[in-house]
């Protein structure tokens, strides 16, 4: 069974793939599954239709058969305990890969996400200026965290798993803002990460339908 994933119509990034969908797009290329997508524009993400989907009114969400799912994390974590390729097979490896998979959500992309929707919530208050180091320190403080745990290895517990791929999306989404750069091991960490064949199978994915204007033919 083919399963449908959605995805922004237009996506804000601009087709850059930092929107939710990439994750799971990855996460499916990964495990050789093919899939399906259903653009949703924005006007469509608050319609009963896409809320019956997503009782957020976000993406992605996740169909197949009678099953549907919402949240990125709990999408990648389905098709990891189901097809080989995300999570280790020994007990203890495969609980540790859980284990970073909810840390990229939970610890390290917060004050990423705050930072990044900083500009364009409080982006007109006085003291906007002098809380963005501030912000920015918050991340640092994460990120040299994540920078010694990581040291010279190339994922960060032994082979790439789930928990690689959601924390090097979290990480996409700091590019250019001039914190990531400052650990180097991390810009090589997710260098690696979007070098792997099915990650650019996603990414060309994600940005075909932002190209074409809301295709419906996304299967990868």
Do not use: C
């Not at 957020?56 to 305990?81: K, R």
């Not at 280790?88 to 490896?93: F, L, N, Q, R, T």
């Not at 990480?171 to 260098?191: K, S």
């Amino acid at each position: 069974m083919t399963p449908t994933i959605t995805v922004f119509e237009r996506s804000p990034d601009g087709g850059r793939g930092l929107a939710r969908d990439m994750r799971v797009r990855w996460a499916l290329e990964e495990v050789g599954q093919p899939y399906d997508v259903r653009p949703v524009s924005f006007d469509g993400l608050k319609r009963p239709a896409h809320l019956a989907r997503h009782p957020f009114g976000q993406i992605p969400t996740y169909e197949a058969g009678d099953l549907a799912l919402f949240e990125s994390g709990a999408i990648v974590l389905h098709l990891a305990e189901r097809h080989e390729g995300l999570l280790p097979e020994d007990a203890s490896a495969r609980a540790r890969a859980i284990g970073w998979l909810f840390a990229a959500l939970n610890t390290v992309e917060p004050p990423i996400v705050e930072r990044e929707q900083a500009p364009y919530v409080e982006g007109d208050q006085p003291w906007h200026a002098q809380r963005l180091p501030l912000l920015e320190a918050r991340i640092r403080a994460r990120l040299a965290q994540l920078s010694a745990r990581l040291g010279e290895a190339d994922w960060l517990d032994g082979a790439f798993s789930a928990g690689d791929l959601m924390m090097v999306m979290v990480l996409r989404r700091i590019e250019g803002i001039g914190v990531l750069e400052g650990f180097p091991n991390l810009v090589a960490y997710v260098a690696r990460g979007e070098a792997r064949p099915a990650y650019r199978r996603a990414f060309a994915a994600q940005r075909a339908v932002f190209a074409d204007g809301g295709t419906t033919d996304g299967r990868a």
